[in-house]
C-alpha cells in the first residue's frame, strides 16, 4: 500500500481505541515511520494526528481503500509493450 493512500480502519479493539484515543472505525492515511534498516516502518495516521505502527494493530481489523495518491496511474492505462512474433 502506498504512502498517503487514504483507509477506512473497522473492528479496532478496544484496547487500541484507549491507547490511540481512536474509535471502533477511523478514517487513516498510510505513511512510513523513520527508521534505521529492518525494522517496521509501515504505520497510519489517525485523524488525531496519531502515527501507529501495523504491527500495533490488533488482528482482525478490516481496511477499505478509499482513495489512493494522486500520482497512481490506474492499472488500465498502463500500456505493455507487445511482442512481435517473428517467424522461425
Do not use: K, W
Not at 494526528?49 to 494522486?70: H, K, M
Amino acid at each position: 500500500m502506498p504512502a498517503d493512500a487514504r483507509l477506512q480502519l473497522a473492528g479496532i479493539a478496544e484496547a487500541v481505541q484507549r491507547v490511540y484515543a481512536v474509535g471502533p472505525v477511523e478514517d487513516v492515511v498510510m505513511t512510513r515511520m523513520e527508521g534505521g534498516t529492518h525494522v517496521h516502518r509501515d504505520a497510519v495516521r489517525f485523524a488525531n494526528g496519531r502515527e501507529v505502527l501495523l504491527q500495533s494493530l490488533n488482528a482482525g481489523l478490516t481496511a477499505v481503500v478509499t482513495d489512493f495518491p494522486s500520482d497512481l496511474v490506474p492499472v488500465e492505462t498502463v500500456r505493455h509493450p507487445t511482442r512481435e512474433l517473428v517467424d522461425a
